[in-house]
């Protein structure tokens, strides 16, 4: 990871003042699904009183708490001697820098022996004051979003990996492409398969322990992150499900997401989307209308086939994220997906990823099947 | 430019150690091209003694000297008094490393009062030995691939300018795209247009005085580059000739690209190619297969399709780089390549770019005639 070698985890106090909910705080609401021991309290004055299964619907007692103060006392009470407290940066600030009160809360937790994570794009370890106070109490100042220094630029050579290699896609950012990840790997795992994870954003850093964030890479090596995360996962696995991040008919993240294409070279891929969202998420994109699914099946697939002309890379399942959706209206979201592209369709949290892992199975065997077809 | 508000531009001696062709030193070849004023003479010791003219087939006297201690004795003779010297980086090392020699070179030409230009991925100024003798010299380092520090997330407000955009893109990296850019801009303003160029890259950048390189931008904001060069250079044009960067088949740079397409929004893209190329430039991609022209077309169409429902963005014409070429066989390849697509096509140093600017214009016309078709 792109933290001071042999840091451990610390248990997390979550700072997503006025966006602890399920889209908004992707952070906050992922730390809280895949690493649910680690957090003890939300800090959101808008919520506070509540619980995380009263916000989100999972999370179970994990407290929202108004102020800084408030949730270190409750760490007092829950949490056990050997283990350290750090601040977990769960709000996106737009254009970057942090509001005033965030920067002053941080300040006042760092002075009282708090370690701090962030995933923003401006690192906090770059930032004067932060460091001043982080070397003063001695704790570490951690950005998830720093990439190495030494990425190569991308030469395909993913595409000669013996490991399948699944890539999540999807019609806009933040539809679950890094969920349906998580639970393929966990469901091929369970069914005997030697699957790893490539976390390519900072919360999938942040919850699985290591990887890059992608969308912080300098774009003439972005593809080339891509393409060593890839071949690392690769190492002793069967299968390597590769987060994907963006959307190519997002204006502004698509070269990101050609990076991550034309970086892991996936045989396959999972397209993921929001049932309920006609276009691109954010009020500068509502003029980018979200096309019906089998053409930006098309599109995913067309893409890859600029650069890898020996085997043909294709859409193997769709996930929607229906959160925000009645059940009767989300099955039948799922069917009408399904009908029109011709491939299986799920909500992997709602209702399992279980076809999805049997897509992706089912199309690694074709692959072995027609081995000799990839090149090198 | 990203350089020291008000500094001049010098004359330059252009270090292109082993590198100086038409195809290895694009920076050496373009500044001769279109600088020639401003170049004393060029270091490469496998070609000293010989003269711009006759390594590249331009360029006259400019002379090649075999080290830098016999490129200031030319110097001497020739600057005159007033004008400030500096070494140009024409070199690009696999890596991004300088070689030892270049290193050592570099820091004798800063200890005689030479400044250092370069448009390396690793700047000269973030160097700390480089940074220690240019300040006790008191000599500038120059990085042109330095990008500005607030470049936002693209919005597609590019589509919103009334100045017609043209990009020009290619089958592969080094094919021309910023000289059919320049060139057009010449002709366009020769025809009374008022026709602006947005540098992209370090030697566009070099040549026009300003610019951001995108390849050197952070990929969640290169298309955010793209889109503030665009609407900066469209202040008073009726037409912006945006200098492209890599290729959408290319595995490493297409994320670039793509950002280009997505932040420029062009209406109209003219596609470079050398139609003595049959793979991807460089060692590694031989194995990508650059295919017919007529599917390089539809494949920059579709990408800009994705983002842009409201107007059709079109490939209106083709530009070769057939240095490499007899001239019956360029001909041949033009005429072939004309009838495969249906579009003009013509190489712009050797045959000129006119057919170009009248496709442009056409297709200006054209898109202004559909009025209203523009979205916002």
């Known amino acids: 990871m792109n933290t001071p070698a042999g840091l451990s985890r610390p248990v997390f106090i979550i700072l997503a003042e006025g966006e602890f909910d399920n889209e908004t705080s992707k952070t906050a609401a992922s730390a809280i699904r895949y690493l649910p021991d680690r957090v003890q309290c939300v800090i959101d004055s ?11 619907g999972f999370g179970g007692d994990i407290p929202v708490v108004a102020t800084l103060e408030e949730a270190l006392e409750h ?6 001697g050997g283990i350290s407290r750090a601040i977990l940066i769960g709000i996106a600030p737009q254009g970057g820098a942090l509001p005033a009160e ?29 460091s001043a106070h982080a070397n003063q109490a001695g704790v570490a100042l951690v950005d998830l979003r720093r990439p190495p220094p030494d990425i190569p630029v991308a030469t395909g050579r993913a595409a000669a990996s013996s490991a399948f290699r699944v890539l999540t896609v999807g019609t806009d950012c933040n539809v679950g492409k890094m969920t349906v990840s998580l639970e393929l790997r966990r469901l091929l795992r369970e069914r005997g398969v030697a699957a790893n994870f490539a976390g390519t954003g900072q919360t999938g850093i942040l919850i699985d322990g290591h990887g890059i964030a ?24 069967d299968i390597v499900l590769v987060e994907g991040q963006g959307s190519l008919l997002h204006p502004g993240y698509s070269p ?9 070279m996936p045989q396959a891929m999972i397209l993921c989307w929001m049932p309920g969202r006609p276009s691109i998420y954010g009020g500068n994109y509502d003029w980018v209308t979200i096309p019906p699914l089998d053409q ?14 020996p085997f043909r890379s294709r859409v193997v399942g769709l996930a929607a994220n229906t959160y925000d959706m009645p059940e009767e209206e989300a099955r039948r ?27 992706v199975l089912a199309e690694s065997a074709v692959v072995a099947a027609a081995a000799g077809g990839v090149h090198k």
């Open 46 to 56: 808008t919520q506070a009183g509540r619980t995380s299964q009263q916000v989100l």
């Open 75 to 80: 760490g007092e009470r829950s949490a056990s």
């Open 102 to 130: 965030a920067r002053a809360l941080l300040l006042r937790a760092i002075d009282v022996g708090l370690s701090v994570w962030g995933g923003l794009h401006t690192f906090l370890s770059d930032d004067p004051e932060f």
């Open 214 to 237: 992608v969308d912080a890479v300098v774009s003439d090596f972005v593809a080339g992150a891509a393409e060593r995360l890839t071949l690392d996962a690769a190492e002793g696995a």
């Open 256 to 264: 990101v997401t050609l990076g991550l294409l034309h970086g892991a």
């Open 296 to 309: 930006v099946v098309r599109m995913y697939e067309e893409a890859m086939s600029w650069v890898i002309p």
């Open 333 to 359: 979201a799922l069917e009408a997906a399904s009908e029109l592209t011709g491939l299986p369709a799920t909500d992997p949290i709602r209702f399992g990823a279980e076809p999805l892992a049997d897509a």
